[in-house]
């Protein structure tokens, strides 16, 4: 271009270093010539752009750039004059039209001064043409460091996860200019955490590197550092700790620690009695650990299982009282079963166990056992003092066979009638009984094991007393007697004939 074409003034505003007036490129090896030019032309005045890099000091002022004029024949009858933010404190221009900054700038502060320039003659004041509008734009320099603002970074990510599997996204932040060059430019790296996880350079997106297991390890630490430059040369960097969590699915299947478990329940042991406790394992946690227990076997009506819902272990309750003597052990099988499972790991089998659970009666010392619930017994009235009435037998069923001892519960106020051999359970008379009295004697006698007096049983005695004919009869009227003076011992008297004719109606 021919300046010579330029009618009357043409202002050169130049830069130090020369930025061609097209260049737009913000790419990385262009860093020095990455401005975003301002051309403009208005009225003669041509600008072009002018900067300052920030955080620059020095004791003299620094120049800038230059005003210049055509008619400027250096004779010194023109002057320039600076208007606008920071004109004459920050700016000042001289009698050559040089522009110069005295103090340091601080572009995260203020990033651009709008400033007004003008010419006019020293002698007529007048100007040689209109004033106009510039501006002065301060250039970053990487004089932030990368920050990690939202932290602590906590996440949770389901153990297993398929590897690529996006955990959490960590992002710094850069004071610096984003526009301009790579100060702010960020790139994300790991410093801790492979071959675990990974992050993606540009994002901060943290992803699973490989399948983990919880029950392995349950947390790791991975620590994400960010450097600007996009990590050349020169470059701030800042770290961050990402705390991860792995969080449980149902991979592992229950397994009981034992193939055979031995349990004891006492023959006297009622209905509802806990025989024992199981529990089959499983590493996981919560749900998926939950376990539903079922019995199976021949004896699975003698017992039943539940599940305990704090400890996941299963109850062994009887459902059945069982005897020693019949039947002294009992075998079942238990399975456990996990209550919620996952479809993706039951390839790898079924998510349940079998046990084998073998439970011994325990011989209880049971109480004698009489022969009969209750006895009855006759005996003629008016039989001798130690007349035979009858005998009782009781005998302990228990292994040891204690020997028993027999004896009368004694009521307060009967008076002793009978009394019982108190090893061989023979109840005689004490004295002659009176049917007419009592027909009937019922009394208790119990059996008391001599090993373990506390173990008694007992049993009723019903004892008749048998009717002789040892009286006359009387009537309400005081008819004559007419029982044959000759009458033969053994004849059958009216009252025993009035029994015979119950009995038969009985019958
Ligand atoms: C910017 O620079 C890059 C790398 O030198 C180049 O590939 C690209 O074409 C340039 N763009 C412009 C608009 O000049
Ligand atoms: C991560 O795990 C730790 C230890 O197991 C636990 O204290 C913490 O609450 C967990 N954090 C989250 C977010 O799950
Ligand atoms: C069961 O009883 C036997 C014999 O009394 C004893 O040796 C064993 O320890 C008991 N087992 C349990 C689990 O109580
Ligand atoms: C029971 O013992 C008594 C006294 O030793 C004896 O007289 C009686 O014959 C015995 N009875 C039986 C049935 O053994
Ligand atoms: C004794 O038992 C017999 C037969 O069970 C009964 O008929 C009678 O009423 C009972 N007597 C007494 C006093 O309990």
């Known amino acids: 271009m021919n300046c010579s074409t330029f009618p009357s003034l043409v202002l050169a505003l130049v830069q130090l270093r020369l930025c061609s007036p097209t260049t737009q490129n913000f790419s990385a090896q262009n860093t020095d010539q990455s401005y975003t ?6 009225r003669g005045w041509v600008w072009e752009p002018l900067f300052v890099t920030e955080e620059e000091t020095s004791t003299m002022p620094m120049y800038v750039g230059q005003l210049k004029s055509d008619l400027d024949k250096e004779d010194g009858s023109l002057q320039y004059i600076l208007t606008g933010e920071g004109a004459n404190s920050i700016f000042f221009i001289n009698e050559h039209g040089k522009i110069y900054v ?4 601080d572009r995260e502060k ?3 001064y709008i400033l007004r320039a003008q010419v006019i003659n020293r002698k007529t004041r007048l100007p040689i043409e209109p004033d ?4 002065i734009k301060v250039r970053d320099i990487n004089d932030h460091e990368p920050q990690f603002l939202d932290g602590p970074y906590v ?5 297993m996860s398929p590897e690529g599997t996006s955990v959490t996204q960590v992002t710094a932040t850069d004071g610096d200019d984003p526009s301009y060059g790579n100060n702010a430019r960020l790139l994300y790296s790991l410093i801790q955490g492979q071959p675990y996880f990974s992050v993606e350079p540009k994002t901060g997106v943290i992803r699973m590197a490989s399948q983990m297991d919880r029950e392995t390890k349950d947390q790791y630490l991975v620590v994400i550092q960010a450097k600007d430059m996009v990590g050349q040369a020169g470059a701030f960097s800042a770290t961050a700790t990402v705390t991860i969590n792995l969080s449980d699915v149902n991979d592992n299947p229950p397994k009981f620690q034992q193939r055979l478990y031995y349990l004891n329940v006492s023959e006297e042991a009622p209905v509802g009695t806990t025989v024992g406790r199981l529990l089959a394992e499983d590493s996981d946690t919560g749900e998926n650990a939950a376990m ?3 019995i199976e076997g021949d004896s699975s009506d003698v017992f039943g299982i539940i599940t305990d819902r704090e400890t996941q272990e299963g109850i062994i309750l009887l459902k059945k009282r069982v ?3 019949s039947k002294r052990k009992h075998s079942v099988r238990v399975k456990a079963v996990n209550r919620y499972i996952d479809d993706r790991f039951l390839k790898e089998g079924p998510f349940e166990d079998i046990t084998i659970v073998q439970i011994s009666v325990v011989d209880a010392d049971e109480p004698p056992v009489f022969t009969l619930e209750s006895y009855v017994m006759e005996i003629a009235e008016g039989a001798v003092s130690g007349s035979l009435v009858g005998i009782v037998s009781a005998r302990d069923l228990d292994n040891d066979d204690s020997p028993v001892r027999y004896s009368i519960v004694q009521g307060m106020r009967l008076k002793r009638l009978f009394s019982i ?12 009984l009176d049917r007419e009295k009592t027909s009937w004697h019922n009394i208790t006698v119990t059996a008391t094991e001599t090993r373990n007096p506390e173990k008694i049983s007992e049993a009723n005695v019903y004892i008749q007393v048998l009717d002789v004919n040892d009286h006359a009869p009387e009537f309400p009227k005081n008819y004559e007697t007419f029982v044959c003076e000759n009458a033969v011992p053994g004849q059958v008297s009216v009252n025993e004939l009035a029994d015979i004719f119950l009995i038969t109606m009985k019958i």
């Not at 051999?421 to 002659?432: D, L, M, Q, R």
């Open 155 to 159: 996440a949770t990510v389901p153990e």
């Open 110 to 112: 203020k990033s651009f």
């Open 421 to 432: 051999n108190e090893h061989n359970g023979t109840i005689i008379t004490t004295e002659p």
């Open 102 to 105: 005295r103090q340091k700038l």
């Open 132 to 135: 106009s509008e510039f501006i």
């Open 292 to 294: 539903n227990y079922f």
């Open 37 to 42: 030019t301002i051309q403009r032309v208005k």
């Open 323 to 325: 005897d020693y003597e």
